[in-house]
């Protein structure tokens, strides 16, 4: 290919604050009769008067510090205005030219993209729209509004356009994805549409992306609609292709909105792209401005757990684990804590995450005490000398050559199936020492 892919994302999530975030209602709205948690304000009655939620204020600051950003002292919400119907104020309430945080950087963790950073332009903090549905009442077809999301805390995440590739981007969504739940601030879920994707992208030619890019595309094409990583990946990769079209022409594509139909596998035209200007954005009159101290905000950074690429490398080096076992324990904090406090009461954190890895063990279903004593026992259980085991080791290695193939050639995977065919034959689950027999004779 002779055009390189610029890319950038704006990500909004919606935070699972109990409450709105100007009004006392209740947030949640997936799955809720339609405008039961509203209010004058959340439907943007005359004379109803915003406060902002502090949980929600100091979530951001969360967020954007665990995303290397530095937190503003002074920020503020301001108004952008546009006209829609899911919109009952006629703005929304956002932040302009000062949000929460400002210039982060983040390493993706992914193997392919190591050491490729990120730059993190800005994280603020905003109000969700109503939902539109449109649908057939009494045979006519009309849009209704449900203003149960009106109002939801959202944050907006906006990356510098650093992305060269969609492997880099969909490494940076599962990473940004993994730390939000991480920081128990939002499900960060697709399907719900409480984590949802804009990216924006343009080609430039090989030789002006090489080093240090002097001038960005004169262009750039924002995608809508995306609500899957997935449907992330094609509708850039449709992008890709009918941009490259429209440059090898020697035109420049249009600058606008389009939105992603997954159906029939393309992107389709949906505005131009507003400027700034047009939305009039002024500092919203009815919420003070915001100051924090710095004692504020490093209370807020001393909130942040450990996260998952700090914790990986943490497994790596206190338990002497892979990076790829480290990485599947630390994909969730849920699993993480669940195998740390197992380690603990065990003693030999490499056969526990053994154990968790292989058995699939799940962890919302059990006690770690339970596991340990499901470990133990089967110790106690096993009736067959190391002699024993070995001939019939060699008999599953003799029967399953293409695995034990497998195995050498380093999918590692497999050998959770060997370990169940040696199970099947013991009649238990094999043993620590028995396990390892097993390693070293297919090693
Ligand atoms: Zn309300
Ligand atoms: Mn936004």
Not at 48 to 59: C, G, Q, S, T
Not at 185 to 195: H, L, N, V
């Given at each position: 290919m002779k055009f390189q892919p610029i890319i950038g994302l704006e990500v909004h999530v919606e935070l699972a604050t109990k409450s709105k975030m100007f009004c006392g209602c209740s947030a949640e709205h997936f799955g809720v009769t339609p405008n039961t948690h509203t209010c004058p304000v959340c439907l943007g009655l005359p004379g109803?008067?915003?406060?902002?939620?502090?949980?929600?204020?100091?979530?951001t600051m969360m967020l954007g510090l665990a995303l290397g950003c530095t937190v503003n002292h002074d920020s503020k919400f301001d108004r952008k205005n546009y006209f829609y119907p899911d919109l009952a104020k006629g703005y929304q309430i956002s932040q302009y030219d000062e949000p929460l945080c400002v210039n982060g950087e983040f390493s993706l963790s992914s193997n392919e993209s190591k050491s490729k950073k990120i730059r993190i332009r800005r994280v603020h903090l905003e109000e969700d729209t109503g939902k539109l549905q449109h649908s057939l009442v009494n045979g006519e077809e009309v849009s209704l509004v449900d203003f149960n999301r009106s109002g939801v805390p959202l944050v907006e995440i906006v990356t510098e356009p650093d992305f060269r590739s969609i492997d880099e981007v969909d490494a940076y969504l599962k990473d940004l994805q993994k730390i939000i739940r991480y920081l128990g601030?939002?499900?960060?879920?697709?399907?719900?549409?409480?984590?949802r994707l804009e990216p924006s992208i343009s080609l430039t030619e090989m030789q002006n992306a090489k080093g240090k890019m002097q001038n960005l595309p004169p262009y750039r094409v924002e995608l809508k609609n995306i609500n899957s990583f997935r449907f992330a990946r094609h509708a850039l990769e449709f992008e890709i292709k009918r941009q490259t079209q429209i440059l090898e022409k020697g035109g420049t594509p249009v600058q606008q909105t389009r939105g992603w139909n997954e159906t029939k596998g393309q992107t389709m035209a949906q505005r131009e792209k507003e400027e700034?200007?047009?939305?009039?954005?002024?500092?919203?009159?009815?919420?003070?401005?915001?100051h924090f101290t710095e004692l504020q905000i490093e209370e807020c950074r001393s909130q942040i757990p450990e996260l998952p690429a700090a914790k990986k490398l943490r497994f790596m080096k206190a338990y002497a684990?892979?990076?790829?076992?480290?990485n599947l324990l630390a994909e969730t904090r849920g699993v993480a804590e669940y195998f740390e406090t197992a380690a603990k009461l065990h003693g030999n954190p490499k056969e526990i995450a053994n154990w968790i890895i292989n058995n699939k063990i799940n962890t919302s279903a059990t006690v770690p005490a339970e596991l340990v004593e499901k470990i133990v026992k089967s110790k106690k259980v096993s009736t067959f000398s190391l002699e024993e085991v070995g001939k019939i080791i060699d008999k599953i290695i003799l029967d399953n050559p293409k695995i034990v193939a497998d195995y050498k050639s380093g999918k590692v995977q497999v050998l959770g199936f060997l370990i169940g065919l040696l199970a099947k034959s013991?009649?238990?689950?094999?043993?620590q020492e028995q396990r390892e027999l097993l390693e070293r004779k297919i090693t």
């Open positions: 109803a008067l915003p406060v902002p939620n502090k949980k929600a204020v100091e979530w601030i939002s499900q960060a879920d697709m399907e719900k549409g409480s984590m700034a200007n047009d939305y009039r954005y002024f500092p919203e009159p009815d919420i003070p401005p915001m684990l892979s990076e790829y076992d480290s013991l009649g238990h689950a094999p043993t």
